[in-house]
Each structure stands twice: as structure tokens, then as C-alpha cells.
């Protein structure tokens, strides 16, 4: 008799989180750790399983490692949501993590040997015949935990505790902590759980600008190109303030432009070893990103989640604009405001324990 084909099969899109201010004291939520990978779907139909990106893109021939492995552990018929990592030294790293995306076969084998990746369940969506996306989310995590040979992650009711590990987790590398009501179906596409994420702030020097694609140059802001200086007065890149109204572009443009310089710029002349610059050539990017570079005299204060890529680092995602500070220097700008999270051993995530290194 012909095999029944799963009862969900890609691509579909996984149930999505929306910003929100503060973990309530409420009842009605499962908490867990937010994983910094990738967002991942698993769906195996007996010898075929797929690895599918949030975008519905497969990911097998990037994880080959993750497919055998998966296919030696779960059972035969099953949907998964969840999060690729890649952890070096009890951290995970998301550096790491992209670097296995690379479009030559011999290095993503190469790169499985040596950065191999893991996965972190979170929802379980079907299991052999049974489609579960239309049960609560607290009956499909009691199922969920009674799988064997996964790494499930941890889930709690309790806000204290999803504050502490809100806190503590954040050593490991982890983004942040979800809620996810407890009575909610999955919703396919739907910005149905909250995400509880860290902000901080920074003064950073503005060193540089790019024009907005929709205007002529000159017309509009585009990006500031935010820098911080080293412990040896090096200036280095560390990220971008994008999001304005139309208007503040046009506003901006007039106001920066009489800062635009061609001369005795940190990042065009004596430029040094490791340091930092924009809009170079990367695997993502085959051209560089236009930029202008204007004297150094202003600085902004920004809110950034968290950074990456070690010492010296980086914004990890698009800076927050929050004010200009008139009254700071762009030689105060250092690293040293940026905060370090307490370092927190990975595998203890799975368990809750609280376990420091140093």
C-alpha cells in the first residue's frame, strides 16, 4: 500500500514573533531562549528529509552533517521547527554559522568537519500520519519532550524564571527569550509569539554616509556608517543607522553634507592591519557599497542589540538612531562602553543550569 505523504510538506512558512517591551508577570506563556541561527523547518518522510529556511529555501547541501544526523535520530515521519546553530568554545557563533553557506562543495565539507552544526527543536508541527498545527502550543510541547535524541530547547511557564534566563543565557550567545501562548495553534506565517530582545546603547563617531537609493546624491540619507575606536586609537566600522522618515532624509543631507572630506579620512589613508572598513567586497556582496566619508566631528548615540564577529567587533544587526551627542568627543568613542555579557557554558542552556566560565 502506497505511503500517505505528510500530513505538512515544504515549502511552509514558520509561525513568526513581534517585538515587545517586557516579559509580563502573565500565566499564559511558554517561554524559551531565543537561538541566534538560522530558523529552520525539518521534515522527514522516511529516507527523504528536508532542511527548509524561514524563506523556504532547502538547506541541505550547506548542513549535509545535520541530514544524516537527523535521519540517524528522529523518527520516520515527523515536521520540526527549530534553529541551526554553530557553537565554538561553549558560545554559539553566527559568524560561523554563515560561513557555511559557501556555494563550493569541498568547503562545506570541509567546514561540517570542522564547524559542525547542531539543531535545536522547538515545535514539534506533525508527527506520522497527525497534523499538530491545530493544537495548542502547550499539548504540542508535552509531545515534543517525549521525543528521544534531540536537542529540545528549554521551555518554561514561570517569568522569573525566563527574566533570569533573559540574563544568564545571553553569555552562551542566545538573542533574547520568546513567548509563545499556551492555548495558540501554530499559525503558519503569523506573527503570533513575542520576542523579548536585549538594547543598548552606544556613542559612536559618524565617519561616514550612503546615499538613499530613491534620490540623486546628495538628495537623501541613505545610512550613517557608525565607528569605535580600539584600545590603540584605531577607528574601525561597526555598523549602520538606516531607518529615518523620507523627510529627516532630506533634512540630514543638507545638514551633513558640508562635512563631506576627500582628505585625512581614518578609513582612506593609513589604514591599518584588522582594521575594520565599509562597504568592502565580501562572499554576500561582488562590488563594494558605494560610501562618502566626512570629517570626524559628529557623534550619535544609538541603540544595538548585541554585536559579533570577536575583538573588535560589530553591530550585529541595523543600529537604532537615538540622539546626537553635541556634548561627546568622537575620541571617546571606544569599545570599552560596549557591554560584555558574562560568559555561560551552552550545554548548561539544556539543562538550566546556572554554571559561569570564566
Not at 558640508?258 to 575594520?276: C, F, K, M, S
Request: charged share 30%; hydrophobic share 35%.
Amino acid at each position: 500500500m502506497a505511503r500517505m505523504p505528510l500530513p505538512l510538506n515544504p515549502p511552509f512558512k514558520p509561525m513568526l514573533a513581534k517585538p515587545a517591551k517586557a516579559i509580563p508577570d502573565s500565566g499564559e506563556l511558554l517561554f524559551e531562549p531565543k537561538w541566534d541561527g538560522f530558523r529552520c523547518l525539518v521534515f522527514r518522510d522516511g529516507d527523504e528529509l528536508t532542511l527548509q529556511s524561514r524563506a523556504g529555501k532547502p538547506l541541505n547541501r550547506y548542513f549535509p552533517e545535520m541530514v544524516e544526523q537527523l535521519k540517524a535520530t528522529l523518527p520516520e515521519r515527523i515536521v520540526l521547527d527549530g534553529e541551526l546553530v554553530v557553537a565554538r568554545d561553549g558560545k554559539l557563533d553566527f559568524d560561523a554559522l554563515t560561513e557555511r553557506v559557501h556555494p563550493a562543495a569541498s568547503r562545506v565539507k570541509l567546514l561540517a568537519e570542522t564547524s559542525p552544526s547542531a539543531f535545536v527543536a522547538f515545535d514539534l508541527l506533525a508527527l506520522d500520519d497527525e497534523s499538530l498545527i491545530e493544537r495548542p502550543t502547550s499539548v504540542r510541547r508535552e509531545r515534543l519532550e517525549k521525543l528521544d535524541g534531540l536537542n529540545i530547547t528549554p521551555a518554561t511557564t514561570d517569568a522569573d524564571t525566563a527574566r533570569h534566563w533573559f540574563e544568564l543565557f545571553e553569555g552562551a550567545g542566545l538573542d533574547g527569550v520568546i513567548g509563545k501562548p499556551l492555548d495558540a495553534p501554530y499559525q503558519e506565517n503569523k506573527r503570533v509569539m513575542f520576542k523579548y530582545k536585549h538594547s543598548r546603547t552606544a556613542d559612536c563617531v559618524l565617519a561616514g554616509l550612503r546615499w538613499h537609493v530613491d534620490g540623486e546624491p546628495g538628495e537623501m540619507i541613505g545610512s550613517f556608517l557608525l565607528g569605535l575606536y580600539d584600545e590603540d586609537g584605531v577607528l574601525h566600522h561597526v555598523g549602520v543607522v538606516g531607518s529615518f522618515p523620507v523627510t529627516r532624509r532630506r533634512e540630514l543631507a543638507q545638514e551633513l553634507s558640508p562635512l563631506i572630506t576627500d582628505a585625512g579620512h581614518p578609513w582612506i589613508d593609513g589604514t591599518v592591519e584588522n582594521q575594520r572598513l565599509p562597504g568592502g567586497i565580501t562572499r554576500w556582496r561582488a562590488t563594494e557599497h558605494a560610501w562618502v566619508p566626512v570629517r570626524i566631528e559628529r557623534v550619535v548615540e544609538v541603540g544595538y542589540e548585541h554585536t559579533e564577529g570577536g575583538y573588535p567587533s560589530r553591530f550585529r544587526h541595523t543600529a537604532q538612531f537615538k540622539r546626537w551627542r553635541p556634548d561627546r568627543e568622537p575620541s571617546s568613542c571606544t569599545y570599552t562602553q560596549l557591554d560584555e555579557p558574562a560568559r555561560y557554558d551552552l550545554d548548561a542552556v539544556f539543562h538550566g543550569e546556572v554554571k559561569r566560565t570564566r
